[in-house]
């Protein structure tokens, strides 16, 4: 394996959650995480060259950054439970960088405990599904983690709901609240952005949405209209525009936005790829980010470091959501009682994107 070539470091002004992961470290030391990984872990089968390793060290110092403390294994629970794996199943692992995430998050958590994580996806195949639980239940693992890409309500699968092995709920719940369950706070995460706009000085605030059926998209919106009252500002049914998480919405989204008569002068993009589209609708009509408008985008993807200028963006709790479900399994009180839902903060990770509006937005030439 070739040492990584080195990458930008970010524009980051925030850590995610005020803890240090991998991926701080990789920017820091301008390297991807898989070699952070391996020369955190003294893994010395790949040819990581010493000059990378000490970048990777000293990085890693400077940012304070501690691999996750668990208890011992036998500390308040049956060692065997403990000692036996982990089984991760999830709907949809290949399309979407949140699965992964989450993923990630288990793998970081459990590292200091010594379990191993099986990973399954079950793509809603009504078939498939029970029979992979049914299959992890079978050869007795320690929990199941079972998970969703889209936050949503899941009506438990019967496997799940008879069996006496933990069974913790990844961004998605049940309506009995049996088991526990995480998901992201998207209400809070909407004000939070449209805030970030609000405090910067904009009154004329756009937001492209995603479909509404999603429950992210529905909370994210709900939060944007909780900011402006909160901010008593005016809520313009004109300046919500309708998208599908793709770029291309959000270059038709932006270019309706800013065809209205007092179009906005900020933009709220539901993710960072409705952002991307944003962007280059924005610089086709000859506008600057952030000095004609300013751009927020939303779950902190790997693009948004990497735009010009960098995307302010709101951090996805996926990495969050995977440690917590592992803290709960050592340190939580298990059971089939009822469980609150927990909802973890998405964090605003600030770049270069937002200014204070100099005039009111319009397109070039307008």
Request: with cysteine; net charge negative; charged share 25%.
């Amino acid at each position: 394996m070739k040492d990584d070539a080195a990458q930008p470091k970010g524009n980051d002004k925030k850590k995610v959650n005020g803890r240090v992961t991998m991926r701080d470290i990789a920017r820091r030391a301008g390297c991807s995480q898989p070699t952070v990984s391996f020369v955190l872990n003294n893994n010395e089968t790949a040819k990581i060259s010493e000059q990378t390793r000490a970048r990777v060290l000293d990085a890693a110092r400077e940012l304070g950054y501690k691999a996750v403390s668990l208890p011992s294994k036998t500390q308040g629970k049956n060692p065997g439970y403990i000692d036996g794996p982990i089984a991760f199943v999830i709907d949809t692992l290949a399309t979407s960088p949140e699965g992964v995430h989450a993923y990630d998050g288990v793998l970081e958590a459990v590292k200091a405990t010594g379990n191993v994580v099986l990973l399954a996806e079950t793509r809603n195949d009504p078939v498939l599904e029970p029979k992979t639980l049914q299959y992890f239940i079978d050869q007795r693992v320690s929990a199941i983690i079972y998970a969703c890409v889209f936050t949503r309500q899941v009506e438990l699968p019967e496997v799940l709901r008879e069996t006496d092995i933990p069974v913790f709920l990844l961004n998605c719940y049940s309506d009995d609240m049996s088991r526990p369950a995480v998901v992201p706070g998207e209400v809070a995460g909407g004000h939070t952005a449209t805030n970030a706009l609000i405090n910067a000085g904009h009154t004329d605030i756009g937001v492209i949405t995603g479909e509404p059926f999603m429950e992210c998209a529905s909370g994210r919106l709900t939060g944007y209209r909780n900011a402006l009252v909160s901010a008593d500002l005016p809520f313009r049914e004109e300046l919500v525009i309708e998208g599908n998480w793709l770029p291309s919405s959000g270059f038709e989204g932006t270019k309706k936005l800013m065809a209205l008569p007092k179009p906005p002068t900020a933009i709220f993009c539901q993710n960072d790829r409705m952002a991307v589209g944003c962007f280059e609708a924005l610089k086709e009509m000859g506008l600057s980010i952030p000095e004609d408008v300013s751009v927020i985008g939303y779950d902190d993807d790997e693009i948004a470091r990497h735009l010009s200028p960098p995307l302010t963006s709101m951090n996805l709790a996926d990495r969050s959501m995977g440690r917590w479900v592992i803290d709960q399994l050592f340190h939580g009180a298990l059971g089939n009682n009822r469980h609150p839902l927990t909802k973890l903060e998405c964090e605003l990770i600030e770049r270069d994107s937002i200014a204070a509006p100099k005039r009111s937005a319009a397109p070039a030439g307008g």
